[in-house]
Nanobody, 127 residues
Framework: VQLQASGGGLVQVGDSLRLSCAAS????????????MGWFRQAPGKERGFVAA????????YYADSVKGRFAISRDNAKNTVDLQMNSLKPDDTAVYYC?????????????????WGQGTQVTVSS
């Protein structure tokens, strides 16, 4: 299973970005239809931290307190994609963003809860 994240870029404070993650590979369809998905981010010199997650059918979503009310995670199981809509961006949101597939149907908030990772996409918010 391969995860490909895209949509990052350089934006101004208050702008919006939409990240997308596409799953591919022989087992991607089965995995995507049964596993929770999440987004994490890592800023320079910091550990990779939880941003948002969504259950396998999309009925439950979870957010870090720092992004609640500004970010929205969604998924399309027919297309094997999971998106992260980011609004009202702040300089503190600057990081490399990673999508990941959880080990089970309900995603966790820690790195070890995930088994597959994308390559990351850079988001830079300029003030």
């Amino acid at each position: 299973v391969q995860l490909q994240a895209s949509g990052g870029g350089l934006v101004q404070v208050g702008d919006s970005l939409r990240l997308s993650c596409a799953a591919s590979g022989r087992a991607s369809g089965r995995m995507f239809s049964n596993n929770g998905m999440g987004w994490f981010r890592q800023a320079p010199g910091k550990e990779r931290g939880f941003v948002a997650a969504i259950s396998w059918r999309g009925e439950y979503t979870y957010y870090a307190d720092s992004v609640k009310g500004r970010f929205a995670i969604s998924r399309d199981n027919a297309k094997n994609t999971v998106d992260l809509q980011m609004n009202s961006l702040k300089p503190d949101d600057t990081a490399v963003y990673y999508c990941a597939a959880a080990r089970g149907s309900v995603p966790g908030r820690v790195v070890n809860s995930y088994s597959y990772w994308g390559q990351g996409t850079q988001v830079t918010v300029s003030s």
